[in-house]
C-alpha cells in the first residue's frame, strides 16, 4: 500500500506562483515514477508532469516553461513548482504513482487562479 497527500493548492492571483507537495508514505522505497494530474470542472484529468528517477517530463505546451516538478527522495516527496499561473490553470491537481501495477492517486488539492 501506499499513500499520497498533497497539499500546496489555494487561491492565487494570475501571474502568481504556488509550490504543491506529495508526501509518500507506506511502500514508498518501490516508487520509482511520479506524476502530477490536473482536472477542472467538467473535464478529464490530464497529465501536467512525471518525473521517474531523475528523469523530468512536462507534458503538454500550456506549461512548459512554467511548472516545474521536482522530487526529494529523502523526505519520499514530489513537489510542483507552479510560475505564472493563469485563470486556465484552476483545477484540482492529484499525485499519482503505479506501484507493481497498482495505481496510487493523492485525494486531491484545489488550485484557484483568479483573473
Known amino acids: 500500500q501506499v499513500q499520497l497527500v498533497e497539499s500546496g493548492g489555494g487561491l492565487v492571483q494570475a501571474g502568481g506562483s504556488l509550490r504543491l507537495s506529495c508526501a509518500a508514505s507506506?511502500?514508498?522505497?518501490?516508487?520509482?515514477?511520479m506524476d502530477w494530474y490536473r482536472q477542472a470542472p467538467g473535464k478529464q484529468r490530464d497529465l501536467v508532469a512525471s518525473?521517474?528517477?531523475?528523469?523530468?517530463?512536462n507534458n503538454g505546451d500550456s506549461v512548459k516553461g512554467r511548472f516545474t516538478i521536482s522530487r526529494d527522495n529523502a523526505k519520499n516527496t514530489v513537489y510542483l513548482q507552479m510560475n505564472s499561473l493563469k485563470p486556465e490553470d484552476t483545477a484540482v491537481y492529484y499525485c499519482?504513482?503505479?506501484?507493481?501495477?497498482?495505481?496510487?492517486w493523492g485525494q486531491g488539492t484545489q488550485v484557484t487562479v483568479s483573473s
Open positions: 499519482h504513482t503505479i506501484v507493481r501495477g497498482i495505481e496510487y
Open positions: 507506506g511502500r514508498s522505497f518501490s516508487i520509482n515514477s
Open positions: 518525473i521517474t528517477g531523475g528523469t523530468i517530463t
